[in-house]
């Protein structure tokens, strides 16, 4: 073990065998009035989600399939940079725990050699200017084997036991992502996400790239020039600067 401590995050951690998808426990959790900083860890998850209804595979005691429950005192129109927040310290914490380097794919992918390594699902309910919570799920494929994936996903998703060729502890690195997540989240609190953007643009792997939007209505080819202060995508095109906002675009490097 490492020993990092943290005093809000996990103090609260509801551990699961199997659950169908640690958002859905944690939305249910935090109905039930669960805390700031609660957690929801499963071994495994039966339907796991990624956005716009697609899938997430979440095979028993090879990953860290787990959510976040978060009541902030920001608007709702900041919630979307907690998924950049999580990207930052799932990045650091991979770092720190197994010495490998990644790359964030604007919005909520981690990648290593264009594979896809984790994924985060950021989810909100508010009312009016008020949050009410936020949960942040995290998908991180740790300790499965290239064979073990889907046909499907062989060729676009990997894991740090892949990367490393040996297997990663998840408990030690379950408990640096938390103490990195508990360090940023501190920080867009007290002075906003100003300084986490700035990390975020370092670690970024599409900023400079010429990238397609795919849309539910439009798609169209550009270069991504950078993240503005929402985390929102500054795409350059023919017809000039578009704003990307996440959630219900796919983004394809060329
Ligand atoms: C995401 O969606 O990347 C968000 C995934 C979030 C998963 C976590 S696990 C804990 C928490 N509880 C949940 O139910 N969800 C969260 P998206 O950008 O839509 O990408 C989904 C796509 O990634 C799928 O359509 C597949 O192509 C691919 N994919 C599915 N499982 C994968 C895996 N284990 N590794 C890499 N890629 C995967």
């Not at 699961?16 to 249910?28: H, P, W």
């Not at 508010?126 to 062989?154: H, R, S, T």
């Not at 940023?184 to 792997?205: D, T």
Request: glycine letters at 8%.
């Amino acid at each position: 073990q490492n020993g990092r401590k943290t005093k809000v995050l996990g103090k609260d951690i509801q551990y699961y065998k199997e659950v169908i998808s640690t958002n859905n426990q944690a939305k249910f959790a935090a109905q039930q009035d669960a805390g700031e900083g609660t957690i929801i860890v499963s071994e495994a998850q039966t339907s796991g989600r990624g956005r716009l209804a697609r899938g997430w595979y979440s095979p028993a005691e090879k990953g860290i399939w787990f959510s976040v429950i978060l009541r902030p005192h920001f608007l709702p129109q900041e919630a979307p940079k907690c998924t950049l927040l999580a990207a930052v310290a799932i990045v650091k914490a991979i770092e720190t725990i197994t010495e490998i380097q990644v790359g964030i794919k604007w919005p909520n992918d981690i990648l290593y050699n264009k594979l896809k390594l984790v994924g985060i699902l950021t989810e909100m309910n508010a009312e009016m200017d008020c949050i009410n919570y936020i949960i942040i799920g995290m998908g991180i494929n740790v300790n499965i084997q290239k064979n073990e994936f889907p046909l499907e996903l062989q060729h676009i998703a990997t894991s740090l036991a892949i990367i490393k060729g040996k297997k990663i502890s998840r408990v030690q690195l379950l408990n640096e992502i938390l103490f990195q997540i508990e360090t940023l989240y501190n920080i867009a609190q007290a002075e906003g996400f100003v300084k986490i953007l700035e990390e975020w643009k370092k670690y970024s792997v599409t900023l400079g790239k010429t990238v397609d939007v795919i849309g539910i209505n439009d798609t169209f080819a550009g270069l991504a020039m950078d993240i503005d202060a929402d985390g929102a995508l500054l795409v350059k095109t023919k017809a000039g600067i578009k704003r990307v906002l996440a959630g219900d675009v796919s983004i394809r490097a060329k």
